[in-house]
């Protein structure tokens, strides 16, 4: 809070374009920017989102919602800015966690060798959504540079570059020359020497003394690195004592900080009880994240197995290749990572983990419809992004039991596996979702499993023009509803769940689907270079042409609850339904 406002008085925004990295801390920025008035629509469908967004104001110049971007995009526009002629500062804010992403290091070396005016803000609380781990955690906790020392450091700066070359046979010598008497002087660090100045570490709390340093860091003409160290939730006791569960908190009580929790169980929730039985009898399983041990659901497992728990910060291609080496020496390594963040690691999957053949799995939580965090958190470009990538097993899970039982199969398989499933609750188990993995098959449930009325088995088998309705797991929630619907209106539909997007029995499939009227294929991904799309040219060539095809269509979804991202995709339950007795006609 207390950078925000020391920005924003210090600096002329939209002249002087302040960039937040990821930007789930730009909340105070958006208060001071015109938005105070509609901040109670924070998140919700057709309210503001949840990160900066260009299109809601001009203070905002990126959508930005991944992790360590800021200074690659801030060099950018200020370079561009130069080109153009344009005056105004351009300031990177970037947290010490997204400071762990390799991103930032490559802008970082990039903007000292072009020594552009640029402004790199480290706001350093020793957490990204976990406590930070890593050399750059312990780096920056070892800084202990002084506005001070930066004074002196800065004069005899000066005063060493005074000393003039004698020739160019001496060039070299007087280069190291210099060198050595800036070091009886000066302790320089990592930022030093990519060719920023440095000012910090600063009390983030302080606003005076920030606006103080800020205004003189304003008059510099070269790259700099202010390094302000702040606490996460300062200012609420229950978020200073708990900072990981107040990074992105649901509704909680104000005087204590009780988080609201569920009786039911989600799916990482039943992922992390998974993984940690299976660990005691399988000792050479190891598990990565990505600085999201809670979020994946490692928390538990990096309790008990410390020394097979490996989080490599916010480091997503590491991660992954990181898993090839570690498959490589003989472990089973298990890389948990959100959907949208695996989007960074095509080139790890198909470089290091497939071509490589090893036997790694990849948890994928958050796929499909992801609520509140809009665009840049969409699970939906996984299937097509990977379907493509020879050597690698993609399934989809419906239930928990569903997801012990690919789980299991995936390790003992010894290949490269990816498992997806979304941010939900666990469904109701039905026996359907116990049966044996066979490979390269799904699940299937006839609809009288999704009868709540008096409906008898006869009075179901003699209605005509019956439906198969093909559907990835995540999107089961919506699917099964969507058949009761039809099955009360006379309809009748079963259900077939793709366990497997990739391999896939053609043949077995090709036997159920000829038994049906029509096929619908849902899926909570994007439908172009989707499973439903292959699957429907694979009924076209053979000859069953009534189908229809429903999945995110080619475009980006905004913000808003579940169910407000799904009509907007038009996968609800009713458009499901109504798609279900289109075919049917």
Request: hydrophobic share 40%; glycine share 8%; proline share 3%.
């Amino acid at each position: 809070m207390e950078l925000t406002l020391a920005l924003h008085r210090v600096f002329d925004s939209p002249q002087d374009a302040i960039i937040w990295d990821v930007s789930h801390q730009c909340y105070a920025h958006k208060l001071l920017t015109g938005r105070y008035n509609e901040f109670k629509t924070l998140r919700q469908k057709n309210g503001l989102s949840g990160f900066t967004n260009k299109s809601e104001s001009v203070h905002d110049f990126f959508i930005n919602g991944h992790s360590s971007t800021s200074i690659s995009s801030a060099l950018g526009l200020l370079a561009a800015r130069e080109l153009n002629g344009n005056s105004g500062k351009v300031i990177a804010v970037i947290g010490d966690g997204a400071l762990t992403g390799g991103m930032a290091f490559e802008a970082l070396s990039h903007a000292g060798q072009l020594n552009k005016n640029l402004i790199v803000i480290l706001n350093d609380n020793q957490m990204s959504i976990d406590h930070n781990t890593g050399s750059v955690s312990r780096y920056l906790s070892r800084l202990t540079m002084t506005a001070r020392y930066q004074t002196f450091r800065y004069r005899v700066d000066k005063a060493i570059d005074k000393i003039p070359y004698l020739g160019r046979h001496l060039e070299k010598f007087i280069f190291r020359f210099k060198r050595s008497l800036k070091g009886l002087f000066l302790t320089n660090n990592l930022f030093v020497d990519l060719g920023f100045e440095y000012v910090g570490p600063l009390d983030g709390h302080n606003e005076a003394s920030l606006e103080t340093v800020l205004r003189k860091v304003r008059r510099l003409h070269r790259p700099v690195v202010v390094h302000v160290v702040t606490k996460k939730g300062k200012g609420y006791s229950p978020a200073e004592d708990h900072p990981e569960i107040f990074h992105g908190v649901g509704p909680f009580q104000i005087s204590d900080g009780t988080v609201e929790r569920f009786d039911t169980l989600s799916f990482t929730e039943a992922f992390s009880n998974i993984i940690c039985d299976y660990s005691e009898k399988q000792p050479d399983l190891v598990a990565i994240t990505a600085a999201m041990a809670k979020g994946t659901g490692l928390s538990h497992f990096s309790h008990l197995h410390p020394e097979r728990f490996f989080d490599v910060g916010i480091a997503e291609e590491h991660a992954v290749t990181f898993a090839g080496g570690l498959a490589r020496g003989g472990k089973i390594p298990v890389v948990c990572i959100y959907s949208t963040f695996i989007q960074r690691s095509v080139d790890q999957m198909i470089h290091d983990i497939t071509l490589q053949k090893a036997h790694a799995i990849f948890m994928l939580d958050r796929a499909g419809a992801v609520p509140g965090d809009g665009a840049t958190h969409q699970g939906i470009y996984d299937i097509a992004l990977f379907r493509a990538v020879p050597d690698l097993e993609i399934m989809t899970v419906v239930s928990a039991q569903d997801l012990r039982l690919c789980f299991e199969w995936a390790v003992e398989k010894g290949t490269s596996v990816m498992i997806r499933y979304p941010k939900l609750s666990c469904p109701t188990e039905l026996p359907q979702f116990s049966s044996p993995v066979e490979f390269g098959r799904g699940i299937f449930v006839p609809c009288s499993e999704f009868v709540i009325e008096n409906i008898s088995e006869s009075e179901l088998e003699s209605r005509k023009n019956k439906i198969l309705l093909v559907c990835t797991g995540g999107i089961y929630s919506e699917v099964q509803k969507a058949v009761r619907a039809v099955l009360l209106e006379n309809g009748y539909a079963d259900l077939y769940i793709l366990r497997f997007i990739k391999p896939f029995d053609e043949t077995y499939f090709l036997e159920l689907a000829k038994k049906y009227y029509g096929i619908v294929f849902v899926e909570d991904g994007i439908k172009d270079g989707g499973a439903g799309e292959y699957l429907n040219q694979l009924v076209l060539k053979n000859g069953i042409t009534n189908t229809i095809v429903m999945g995110f269509e080619d475009r980006f979804y905004s913000h808003g609850s579940r169910a407000d991202v799904l009509a907007e995709a038009k996968l609800s339950v009713s458009d499901i339904k109504e798609a279900i007795i289109k075919c049917a006609k």
